[in-house]
């Protein structure tokens, strides 16, 4: 149950979401959310509850957008489990934060998230949220959103990753799904 002064930040942090292009890169050029739209403080920083996604939820992040890409006439994607540490790293690193961003703390965008994990890119892109949602209520989220889906549907992508950390208020959920093309 959220407080009910929360309902404008999680329906201010889904706005934010729905009109965010997420972030793609290609070598160093990193595409990220247009201008005006700042990262999003989701909940205080603190202590946060980190996992490494499992391999059913990596599988069902993977089925999930090849069905989207697939009823786009694109082939479809499969799971890695690098992608999916760079992006449960990356969700740790925004929820100890509280902040909605594809910036990290140490690195500017995925395309160094996923090399340090020893994937070797030709493109990466990444979609990110905050609030109380689950894996499948995320990705329909995702989906319905023009920028995000845009990401999925990256014609190259053939891999993809998923995160989650639960912030310091114990119920704010982050998420980071990374989207590759290897070399």
């Not at 069905?67 to 994607?77: D, E, T, Y």
């Not at 609030?131 to 995702?142: I, K, M």
């Amino acid at each position: 149950m959220l407080p009910s002064n929360a309902t404008g930040k999680w329906a201010g942090a889904m706005l934010t979401l729905s009109l965010l292009a997420g972030c793609a890169q290609t070598g160093d050029t990193v595409s990220s959310h247009p201008k005006g739209y700042p990262d999003v403080q989701a909940t205080a920083a603190g202590d946060a509850t980190c996992y490494q996604t499992s391999t059913a939820e990596n599988h069902a992040v993977a089925q999930s957008t090849s069905a989207a890409r697939r009823a786009n006439g694109l082939p479809g994607v499969s799971p890695d489990t690098a992608l999916a540490r760079a992006a449960a790293d990356h969700a740790c690193d925004m929820a100890k934060r509280g902040l909605m961003t594809h910036t990290g703390t140490s690195t500017k965008g995925p395309m160094q998230r996923v090399k340090a994990q020893g994937y070797a890119p030709r493109l990466t892109a990444e979609n990110i949220a905050a609030g109380p949602y689950g894996q499948a209520q995320v990705q329909r989220e995702w989906a319905n959103s023009s920028g995000h889906a845009a990401n999925i549907m990256i014609p190259q992508v053939q891999d993809v990753g998923i995160g989650k950390a639960v912030g310091s208020d114990g119920r704010t959920v982050f998420w980071a799904a990374v989207y590759g093309a290897p070399r």
